[in-house]
């Protein structure tokens, strides 16, 4: 049997997301890749409850998770039943639906009949009776926005989540939804944007929507697939992400430039006392609206190794120009 440690929340930062009364790890898992059912399931196992030992306790996962789609549920619902007996409500489970899960016209996008079909499925993968955050994951062009909202909003007051959440939505967009939301009676909790040092989209205009809304933010890609890490610094060893399947990142991604540059920030995180990616994560963190970051881990060393960002969140006013002078802002 998995016995938590002790002390597994002493060490943790934990920040309110928005204006609500959640509170979530500053750092939470994300399991979009390393934990489907192609992956070896007592790796997995053993990178949960590593998180949770050192304070974790937010697990983000998506309905189309995997691969195969689906089965990333699958083995965290089996985690939950095998170790998590009876520490339901010391964690926060996200879930989300947005993208194609199954064949035919309602297993896609943002229509009421999707995103309720596709969070039962979700809910019986995981082997509980809600989640703690149900995010509607990408916007649909198509499908008015108010179904969309009004679908989520039909989910809280069934129970099944007990909050909502938008990802990969504009400024625009957000604004709409939120208040939409609202107006329904059921307030929007927080935005999942892709945001990193290479990515930095949400600072025109998302993070101002989020402040004024009160919503919280947590970040995906943080770490640009490993691109914010030393990693590349030699070429692309045969084991990461850039030399396997992924459709996300392949060896054309690695550009020299964007070594060179993660070279440069990384004399900086050195001067920190910080590992590149520990300073990458402590930088989408010095914004307040942004109430956590989302890492991905393949081996429990590198959850031990992203957590210590937490050790040192604080940036001069120096250091913040010399990396935006590196990145070209």
Same mark, same amino acid.
């Given at each position: 049997?998995? =016995?938590? +440690?002790?002390?597994?929340? *002493? ?9 609500? !009364? ?11 890749? #390393? ?17 949770? *030992? ?17 089965? %990333?549920? /699958? ?14 409500? +010391?964690?926060?489970?996200? =879930? ?46 198509? =499908?008015?926005?108010? +179904?969309?909202? *009004? ?9 099944? %989540? ?13 604004? @709409? ?5 609202? !107006? ?16 930095? #989209?949400?600072?025109? !205009?998302?993070?101002?929507?989020? /402040? ?31 030399? !396997?399947?992924?459709?996300?990142? $392949?060896?054309? %991604?690695?550009?020299? *430039?964007?070594?060179?540059?993660? @070279? ?5 995180? %050195? ?15 010095? $914004? ?30 120096? +250091? ?8 070209? @802002?």
């Amino acid at each position: 049997m998995y =016995t938590p +440690e002790s002390t597994r929340y *002493d060490n943790m930062v934990y920040r309110r997301c928005g204006k609500s !009364g959640l509170k979530l790890s500053a750092i939470s898992l994300g399991m979009w890749h #390393n934990f489907g059912g192609y992956d070896r399931f007592e790796n997995s196992r053993a990178i949960v409850r590593k998180c949770f *030992d050192l304070g974790i306790t937010h697990f983000d996962l998506a309905n189309n998770y995997g691969p195969p789609a689906g089965s %990333a549920e /699958e083995t965290f619902g089996k985690i939950l039943k095998d170790d998590f007996a009876g520490l339901r409500d +010391e964690l926060v489970i996200s =879930t989300k639906a947005g993208y194609g899960m199954w064949p035919g016209p309602y297993g896609d996008w943002g229509s009421r009949k999707y995103l309720i079909s596709s969070l039962d499925q979700s809910l019986n993968r995981l082997g509980i009776p809600y989640v703690d955050i149900f995010y509607h994951h990408r916007p649909d062009p198509e =499908t008015p926005l108010e +179904e969309t909202m *009004d679908a989520l909003v039909s989910i809280v007051r069934q129970g099944k %989540a007990l909050y909502v959440g938008l990802s990969n939505y504009s400024a625009e967009d957000t604004k @709409k939804a939120s208040s939409m939301l609202k !107006g329904m009676g059921v307030k929007c909790l927080i935005h999942q944007p892709k945001y990193s040092m290479f990515v930095r #989209n949400p600072e025109n !205009g998302l993070q101002e929507v989020l /402040e004024e809304e009160g919503m919280g933010s947590i970040a995906f890609s943080p770490l640009a697939q490993g691109l914010l890490t030393n990693k590349y610094f030699n070429g692309i060893p045969e084991d990461s992400r850039a030399a !396997g399947k992924s459709v996300f990142l $392949n060896p054309e %991604a690695v550009t020299p *430039d964007k070594v060179e540059i993660s @070279k440069k920030l990384n004399e900086i995180a %050195a001067e920190r006392g910080q590992s590149l990616a520990q300073m990458a994560l402590a930088w989408v963190l010095r $914004n307040p609206v942004t109430t956590s970051v989302l890492i991905g881990a393949s081996k429990t060393i590198q959850v031990e190794e992203n957590v210590k960002a937490l050790n040192n969140l604080e940036f001069t006013a120096e +250091e913040l120009t010399r990396i935006d002078s590196i990145l070209g @802002k």
